[in-house]
Nanobody, 113 residues
């Protein structure tokens, strides 16, 4: 069964850091492009970052230089390291990808003082 499970969300202060994880099962994540998306309250889901099967990465402008997407092939897990967090980063973060294009259920990130 192809499945993605996110974890690592929580409350962070502005300027703080969090690392999100996306554990993949039922397929080899490194064989596919894997994306991170986010959805803020009252807004549409938006693209955040991608890591391709070759390891190339790309980011939306608002997070470039602050967020880093990576993967651990031994754990079949994708990560999103988020530094210098801002209040506007508050959202539910979703992992997406795999052979059938599945979504995880998301993990909530709240940035507040």
């Amino acid at each position: 069964q192809v499945q993605l499970v996110e974890s690592g969300g929580g409350l962070a202060q502005p300027g703080g850091s969090l690392r999100l994880s996306c554990a993949a099962s039922g397929f080899i994540a490194s064989s596919y492009a894997m994306d991170w998306y986010r959805q803020a309250p009252g807004k549409q889901r938006e693209f955040v970052a991608i890591i391709t099967s070759s390891g190339s990465t790309a980011y939306t402008d608002s997070v470039r230089g602050r967020f880093t997407v990576s993967r651990d092939n031994t754990k079949n897990t994708i990560y999103l390291q988020m530094n210098n967090l801002k209040q506007e980063d508050t959202a539910v973060y979703f992992c997406y990808g795999g052979p059938t294009g599945v979504w995880g259920k998301g993990t909530l990130v709240t940035v507040s003082s």
